[in-house]
């Protein structure tokens, strides 16, 4: 073989293990999704637990009257709408257990309305 074809052969072998690499991480990591139900005065699950960096999607239905959602540690806050779902989207780069509350006063027990998110390395 000669070795024009010894070049275009290793050009060729590299571009694909690049094409290769490139498209295993842009896949990225597989995002968690979780349904959660909010109502008076509890979420469901009141225990989310995922490994720190792993992107989750919280899908939040309100099933009784208007709630919020507050993850203070991540920033994160929504409104949740009567009969409406709510994607809150975060991936955590930090490890431990954080609270989620609810934050829109929603009846004589809303203060106990809360859950915890667990972060593990
Ligand atoms: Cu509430």
């Known amino acids: 073989m000669s070795n ?29 999704v979780v349904h959660v139900t909010a109502k008076k005065f509890e979420f469901s699950p009141a225990e989310i637990t995922l490994k720190k960096g792993e992107p989750l999607i919280l899908e939040i239905q309100a099933e009784d ?10 920033k994160v806050r929504q409104d949740l709408k009567p009969g409406a779902v ?22 004589s ?4 309305m809360s859950g915890v998110l667990t972060v593990t390395e």
Request: glycine share 6%; charged share 25%; net charge positive.
């Open 4 to 32: 024009r074809w010894w070049i275009i052969a290793i050009c060729s072998l590299t571009l694909t293990t690049l094409l290769c690499v490139i498209a295993t991480r842009t896949k990225g990591a597989t995002e968690l």
């Open 65 to 74: 009257v208007k709630h919020g959602f507050s993850l203070v540690d991540f």
């Open 86 to 107: 709510t994607r809150v989207r975060l991936t955590p780069d930090k490890a431990g257990k954080f609270t989620f509350a609810c934050d829109v006063f929603c009846g």
């Open 109 to 112: 027990r809303h203060e106990d």
